[in-house]
């Protein structure tokens, strides 16, 4: 894996993904900056994002601690406000004058950071089920429960739906957590199961408990930034997705003035997995779609 130096000194990895004749910039190979959630789970449960990097040169950070990027001196680095100096480090190294950034979910929060502190280098964001602590959105319980009803013909649903209830009550049992996962996709198939199996590895726990600490965030000044970003801004959730759910999918993007809202029919947490297809042209049709000649 490539590796970079964020201005702290940690050497942080990425890969590269695109088809074979684009992966030196060439025509449909245009970079695309992605950035993981979890939080902090290593990138490559991205995949190849439903085919995405059929249609984009695919950059996928390894956050700090995470996959091939060294674990940092500094614990408190972890905090998602503290990493955006890595995606700028990212930006850097590979000469970029702006960006095209996507995260996913907890991703969301760093990219929005780095938006709000770096709105001249971002030419498009694209949050995919994204968080929006950063702007003072958060997922209730209540848009979970939302979201779960939705899932009553599943043969899975009466078990989840009780190990969801023991989850928010803070009684849960390791049995409860493994029980509402597949509220998260939107098809609970082969594929599915494979991909949840690799969270417990693929993520640094330590980094996740830091990672959204209640000092990263100032929503109030972050919303008077994004307010005037000039950046075209996507924010494509799942229909079966409680976090978030469409309509606070459209309260997001409404908080950015090129912002738009689209949602993903049958899809949950993770929608490159429910329907490659779709994702793939929706979120290519996004970047594509460049008027005035941004």
């Not at 993981?36 to 439903?50: K, V």
């Not at 209640?214 to 997705?241: H, I, M, Q, S, T």
């Amino acid at each position: 894996m490539p590796i970079f130096r964020s201005q702290d000194g940690t050497r942080l990895a990425y890969s590269v993904m695109a088809k074979e004749a684009d992966r030196s910039g060439g025509a449909g190979g245009e970079p695309l900056l992605c950035v993981p959630g979890g939080p902090m789970r290593a990138s490559a449960y991205l995949g190849d994002l439903g085919g995405l990097a059929g249609r984009r040169r695919l950059v996928m950070l390894d956050l700090r601690g995470t996959g091939g990027s060294d674990r940092p001196a500094d614990t408190t680095t972890y905090r998602c406000d503290r990493q955006v100096d890595d995606v700028e480090a990212l930006r850097r190294h590979l000469g970029l004058e702006r960006v095209d950034l996507l995260a996913h979910s907890a991703g969301g929060d760093l990219a929005i950071l780095y938006a709000v502190a770096h709105p001249q280098r971002v030419r498009s964001l694209v949050l995919i089920a994204g968080r929006a602590r950063a702007l003072g959105v958060d997922f209730t319980v209540e848009h979970r429960r939302e979201a779960a009803a939705l899932r009553k013909g599943e043969p899975w649903f009466a078990a989840g739906r009780d190990a969801f209830e023991a989850v928010w009550a803070g009684s849960a049992s390791e049995a409860d957590w493994e029980a509402v996962v597949p509220f998260f996709y939107g098809r609970w198939d082969a594929a599915a199961r494979a991909h949840a199996a690799r969270e417990v590895a693929e993520t640094n726990e330590e980094a996740a408990e830091l990672y959204a600490s209640p000092e990263a965030f100032a929503p109030e000044a972050a919303r008077e930034v994004v307010a005037g970003l000039e950046a075209r801004v996507l924010v494509l959730a799942g229909e079966l997705d409680g976090g978030p759910s469409p309509r606070v999918a459209e309260e997001i993007a409404g908080m950015f003035p090129r912002g738009t809202a689209v949602v993903q029919p049958g899809a949950g947490h993770f929608p490159w997995l429910d329907d490659p297809r779709w994702f793939a042209e929706a979120v290519a049709g996004f970047l594509e779609r460049r008027p005035g000649g941004d």
